[in-house]
């Protein structure tokens, strides 16, 4: 029974981990209102977003904004003002935005000057680093949200002992519900790993993006030589912007055999590789969460992750960018424990529904 309302939803989203949330939230909002999507288009050419559009059966988004890359200043502004008029073409009730780039800031900010609700989705998150990209974006975006969908218990927790004055809902991980509803569309035979690992030998499945990593050419170098060195051949698909860096590097014969550097995965073929590697390795907070739900031991290399309880049940293990040293280590005691961690800390893959429900709230 859809909802007999003039003014639809808009749900706004940019990033390749934003279309493939979207993907769940837009079936589950439309079932109940009509409801718009907008790409603001901050990411274009990784890995061909329309590939993810296919994947996932999802409808190409109404509105794309082509936004495209900038400093963070410029995409942000750019976001928030083509967001704004578009909003005032459309006239939605209410804005929903997902997790902590520039174009949930964007989004949410555009929204939140013309009055409207906004909703964000994967709420609550915290890192120490208050000044990193996305905490700022995140910090932001809770504070200005009628409702805020918390992934965790403690998410929820958390964003209610900080007084937050919108509503805060217990919805579970989006990222789940997309991986419960695409399981039985995951190859099971896994074409990336066998073309460069043949023989069913062990392999470690590796993703660094973030710019903490790729700001600093010497330490991504670092990284990917310690990584290189452990003993187990690595498939690596690099974001684009990582491989820039990598192609900047003066030379490139330093880096180890054992890495396989691939272009951008879809969506399937990222998750076979990580259900079948023998251990993750990634800077990546949705990679950190799709290996947990897998039963994969991960190894996030960042100096925190914001996805506590995957190290809390034993599934995780977080190595700072100064321990490199320690990485073998680590990895060999991981990947030797038990796989048998509660995979239902993030929500049972419902979570598209009760934030549905709960936009119908407001
Ligand atoms: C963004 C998010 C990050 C998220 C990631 C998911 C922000 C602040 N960061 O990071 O939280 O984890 O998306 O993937 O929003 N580039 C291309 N082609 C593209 C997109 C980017 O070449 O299609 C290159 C450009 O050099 C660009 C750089 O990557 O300047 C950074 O891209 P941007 O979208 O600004 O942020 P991400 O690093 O992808």
Redesign the pocket.
Known sequence: MTRPDSHPLLLCFG???QVIKASALLSALRAREQTLSVDTG?????QLNALLYEQLGVARPDHFLEVG??S?GE?TATILHRVEALITQVQPRAVIVI?????TLGGALAAAKLRLPVVHVEAGLRAADHLL??EI?RRAVDAMSAVLCAPSRRTAARLEEERQPGRVVMTGDVARDVLVRNLSLIPSSNETAERLVPGGARFAFATF???ELTDNPERLQATLTAVGQLGLPVLLPL???TR?VIAGFADRTLLPDTLHLLEPLGYLQSIACARDAAVVITD??GVQREAYWLGTPCVTLRAETEWEETVECGANTVVGPDALGRLPEVITTRMAQSRGWDRDLLGRGDAAERIADAVQTI
């Open positions: 990033t390749r981990p901050q990411h274009y050419d990784y890359s900038g963070h995409q997790g902590d780039t520039n174009s990209a996305e974006n993006h973030r710019a974001h684009p912007r820039k990546s907070g």
